[in-house]
């Protein structure tokens, strides 16, 4: 059975996804092929497992299922891409920054639910 945390993750993931894909209008950030958003995926730099980035709007950008799954998130390319968006030293700190211990609360997920709910207009379905 899963715990009120898991639940809630879950839903954040959920928001979070469809947000950042909405958000990139279906773009993947390293091939550049568009399509519709609910055909792509949100591609994570700093893999997901790595909680103080996996609702990081700079770490997280849509990305095709080719990229993302098959070609295992064209990490190379991506890491290109972010450093031209934000620029290197943003990038370091991130990458830096991965292997500091992270706590996040049902609290701040909570929060991070109703912000992005919020800023898709209200909808997280």
């Given amino acids: 059975m899963k715990s009120e945390r898991q639940k809630l993750i879950k839903k954040l993931d959920t928001i979070f996804s469809r ?5 990139d209008k279906g773009v993947c950030i390293t091939c550049g ?7 792509t995926d ?17 770490n997280c950008n849509c990305q095709c299922k080719k990229c993302n799954g098959w070609n295992e998130g064209e990490k ?17 700190i991130m990458e ?3 292997h500091k211990p ?3 609360s049902i609290g ?4 991070l639910i109703a912000h992005y709910t919020k800023k898709l207009g209200g909808t997280n379905g």
């Fill in 19 to 23: 947000f950042i894909r909405q958000r």
């Fill in 33 to 39: 092929r568009s399509q519709e958003w609910k055909l």
């Fill in 42 to 58: 949100c591609g994570h730099y700093i893999r997901r497992c790595v909680y103080q980035f996996r609702w990081n709007e700079k």
């Fill in 76 to 92: 190379d390319i991506y890491r290109r891409k972010l450093v031209e968006m934000y620029g290197k030293d943003i990038i370091e």
């Fill in 96 to 98: 830096a920054d991965r």
């Fill in 102 to 104: 992270c706590k996040i």
């Fill in 108 to 111: 701040d997920i909570r929060v």
